[in-house]
């Protein structure tokens, strides 16, 4: 076992599935973005990350036709967004910016 061998597998592993995930985000974002605004009562564009973690698990994982994500994995990326520039110090995620990653810009 050549463990640089295994430490190329590892890394190619994680992209490999950090690019499922956002090629999956991004093939959903019109259903998030709905979810987003659904759980946000308030109207301010912040959600709690639980909130945020149940919109996802519900546009990824729930409808069996487009079942593209384990729950794991979408807590997995919950997780890995907390203390990132689209949260804030309440454990709240700016969800309209979140969505706006996934828009295509023409240049």
């Given amino acids: 076992e050549d463990p640089e061998e ?7 592993f994680v992209r490999g599935l950090m690019q499922h995930i956002l090629s999956a985000l991004y093939e959903r974002s019109h259903a998030m973005q709905k979810a987003f605004r659904h759980m946000d009562s308030e109207g301010s564009g912040w959600l709690p990350m639980k909130d945020f973690e149940e919109a996802l698990r519900v546009v990824l994982t729930e409808d069996p036709r487009h079942h593209v994500l384990l729950g794991e994995q979408v807590k997995a990326f919950v997780q890995s967004l907390r203390g990132c520039k689209l949260t804030d110090e309440q454990e709240r995620i700016d969800y309209p910016a979140f969505i706006l990653a996934f828009e295509v810009v023409e240049v």
């Fill in 6 to 12: 295994e430490q190329r597998l590892s890394e190619q």
